[in-house]
């Protein structure tokens, strides 16, 4: 089945930092992924669209120069959370479709990023 | 206004007993497709199950169902004979959206736990 692997796991870091979280389709060409953020018994919460080789489409409210997103390759995009404050503690995950972009697949997840910023 | 949503936010169920849980959408959509999402406490998501807006017959997949209808907009999931492992946080899902781009967007989810 398709495979979505993310890195890091979880990240402790101090205020300030900028840091990035990878995330890979193994054994599939993604041209779209998703990046997702989850406060603590909430749902997940749609960030952006990864788009490989263009511009990121980022749902409202959601900061484009605080949370930057490069989708380089057709199996890799990477989410980098710039100058990180304790209020982007948060777990966040991606995810990427096989196929086409259509209705009748399902999203497949990486098993996100722990980050907690001091 | 909510597109998905779930109005249970915990559920008990007995071990081998079965056990609904509630999803309603709202969408203008032709086509979209309804998912169920199940996360454990480590955090993963995990596809348990899918129905097309357009599959007439309720998707199945081992212990788990898509109780669909279409008219009153709801896909609830049916587990059969829960397991202890079953104890987790389950999302309903709906992909819509073809002209901008497809998204998925989530329910708040349910807990459910399982009792021995």
């Known amino acids: 089945g398709a495979v979505v692997s993310q890195h890091p796991s979880r990240v402790i870091c101090k205020s300030g930092t900028s840091v990035k979280i990878e995330c890979r389709s193994l054994?599939?060409?993604?041209?779209?992924m998703f990046w997702y953020r989850q406060f603590p018994k909430q749902s997940l919460m749609l960030m952006a669209t990864?788009?490989?080789?263009?511009?990121?489409?980022?749902e409202q409210g959601v900061e484009k120069d605080k949370f930057l997103i490069n989708h380089a390759s057709l199996t890799l995009s990477t989410l980098t959370v710039t100058s990180a404050h304790p209020e982007d503690s948060s777990f966040y995950i991606c995810?990427?479709?096989?196929?086409?972009?259509?209705?009748?697949?399902?999203?497949?997840f990486g098993d996100g990023t722990r980050l907690s910023i001091l | 206004a909510q597109k998905i949503t779930q109005t249970q936010p915990g559920m008990f169920v007995q071990e081998k007993e079965a056990v609904t849980l509630d999803c309603t959408y709202d969408?203008?959509?032709?086509?979209?497709?309804l998912f169920w999402y199940k996360q454990p406490s480590s955090g993963e998501m995990i596809f348990l199950i899918y129905?097309?807006?357009?599959?007439?017959q309720n998707a199945t997949e081992g212990r788990y169902s898509l109780n669909f209808q279409k008219a009153r907009k709801s896909a609830n999931l049916v587990i059969s004979a829960s397991q202890l492992g079953d104890s987790a946080m389950y999302f309903c899902a709906m992909r819509e959206g073809g002209g901008g781009g497809f998204k998925t967007i989530f329910g708040a989810g349910t807990r459910l736990f399982v009792k021995a």
């Open positions: 129905q097309g807006s357009y599959d007439e």
């Open positions: 054994d599939f060409q993604a041209t779209t």
């Open positions: 969408t203008s959509d032709q086509s979209y497709g």
């Open positions: 990864s788009n490989e080789g263009s511009k990121a489409t980022y």
């Open positions: 995810s990427a479709q096989t196929g086409g972009d259509h209705p009748y697949q399902p999203q497949h």
